[in-house]
């Protein structure tokens, strides 16, 4: 019988029990596909399972002596369906791709899997990844497993919610405007954007990209500084990829704090529910009580919004033109719009807005000669409907596209800075709120660090919950 016992544990337990010969990695993959039984179903975040394949992977890690087995020992890691894994059918969300199945893997993948992790799903993703709410004409909706009529924002949605019912102990993710942060807010887990080139991964069709990054997805900070020191290190077949200088757990657990911590709820760029603001605030503040000085302060990323949408939009036709001119009938109307944006831009326009994000880099690097650590909301929002296909107003502000309403994840993007979101309390009906925690880029170490003091500050907990219809109660808490 599958030990369910296993569910509630962290990663990092979960891989000193496989470390020590306790649990194997089949014992692993085997308590997954029991809790996956129970509870996805209710939320449909693992629609794509490869269990075979996870368990001929674990049988060979077990012929090794466990210490020989890598960093992850064989825990089990779901990749989320925008990568390539070989022999699993990964669609992209898209039907232009629903039944495709690559014959090699993501050099992320590669990486993972020599670090010792074991592949047994893929999680869900809006197609290509494009919008906040994770839904595609494939495999429908995922929902958030702490009120199942609710979004689980996206486009890392399946991992989020994997984790937070049990399903996974630590996941893969990929974030662009706030792809791991967004739903890692909405689902009460961690999601940490490291800096670009951290984690090395197939480049695509534009190979000095700066914007869209592979990262790791977590319970708790610990975890998932465990799974970025699975992740990380350069292949010369991703040219802006670095070298693995450190360990990012180690950094995690050194008990660093900062001295000087800014907290915006807007970042002077987005309205922001009021609610959020200040539970936001209130999480911020008590950085105050490990030492560090608490002032409201953030740098000038007014160029935001003009700067994401030309890059974003040149990113989306650099890769997906070709679909849009062969496949316009399958893709979802706000990609074809983005599409159409990126083949519409100017020179100019890209011009400026690569002086644009010059700009915010050289004042974003400059605020944090003062600064240690920028804290801001994760979302703007909590949950909305799940049918609800984006945000399209707050606070009395009407926004003018689909993705207007990430701006405070998608500034912080455009800076190059490693930036956590971590869990850090709850509206007055139950939703989820994120703390976006940002250091200086490169500092991956520092946003990992104070994340994991302010998260034993705040002692929030991280047992798994099992999916809550709206109005119910779940059994795990």
Not at 14 to 40: K, M
């Amino acid at each position: 019988m599958p030990d369910a016992r296993l569910i509630d544990l962290t990663a990092n337990d979960v891989v000193g029990l496989l470390r020590a010969g306790e649990v194997s990695p089949l014992d692993c993959v085997d308590a997954l596909a029991a809790r996956i039984a129970e509870a996805d179903p209710a939320v449909n975040a693992l629609p794509t399972l490869c269990l075979d394949r996870a368990r001929d992977h674990a049988r060979r890690l077990q012929d090794r002596p466990p210490g020989e087995r890598g960093l992850l020992a064989g825990l089990p890691v779901p990749i989320k369906d925008l990568t390539e894994v070989a022999g699993v059918r990964t669609t992209f969300g898209s039907p232009i791709y629903a039944d495709f199945v690559p014959s090699a893997n993501d050099i992320m993948v590669d990486r993972l899997e020599a670090n010792g992790g074991v592949v047994y799903a893929k999680s869900n993703t809006p197609e290509f990844g494009a919008g906040g709410n994770t839904f595609n004409e494939v495999f429908g909706a995922t929902r958030n497993p702490w009120n199942t009529d609710l979004s689980a924002a996206g486009s890392s949605g399946g991992a989020a919610v994997a984790l937070a019912t049990g399903m996974a102990w630590a996941a893969h993710g990929s974030d662009m405007g706030g792809s791991l942060r967004n739903p890692a807010s909405f689902c009460g887990v961690v999601g940490f954007r490291p800096s670009p080139g951290r984690v090395a991964s197939n480049p695509g069709f534009k190979i000095d990209r700066l914007l869209g990054v592979q990262g790791p997805m977590a319970r708790t900070v610990e975890d998932a500084a465990l799974l970025l020191d699975a992740m990380t290190g350069e292949s010369p077949a991703d040219p802006i990829s670095l070298p693995r200088t450190e360990s990012f757990l180690a950094a995690a657990r050194s008990g660093w704090r900062p001295k000087r911590v800014a907290f915006s709820a807007d970042l002077g760029i987005t309205p922001v529910d009021p609610e959020v603001a200040a539970i936001c605030r209130k999480a911020a503040l008590r950085f105050a009580d490990l030492g560090a000085v608490v002032e409201e302060a953030r740098p000038d990323l007014s160029e935001a919004h003009d700067v994401f949408h030309v890059l974003r939009a040149m990113s989306f036709a650099v890769a997906h033109a070709q679909k849009l001119e062969r496949h316009r009938d399958k893709l979802k109307p706000e990609l074809a719009w983005n599409i159409e944006q990126g083949l519409a831009c100017t020179m100019a326009d890209v011009a400026r807005a690569e002086r644009g994000r010059a700009d915010m880099l050289r004042r974003t690097n400059a605020f944090f000669d003062a600064y240690d650590l920028l804290l801001c909301p994760s979302t703007i929002v909590a949950a909305f409907p799940v049918e609800q296909r984006y945000v399209t107003d707050c606070a009395g502000h009407r926004f003018g596209n689909y993705v207007a309403w990430l701006a405070i994840a998608y500034a912080i993007t455009l800076t190059t800075a490693p930036a956590l979101s971590l869990p850090c309390g709850f509206t007055a009906d139950g939703r989820p709120v994120g703390l976006q925690i940002v250091a200086r880029p490169r500092r991956d170490a520092d946003a990992l660090a104070g994340g994991r003091a302010l998260e034993q500050a705040l002692g929030l907990g991280h047992r798994p919950i099992d999916p809550r219809p709206p109005g119910g109660a779940g059994t795990r808490a």
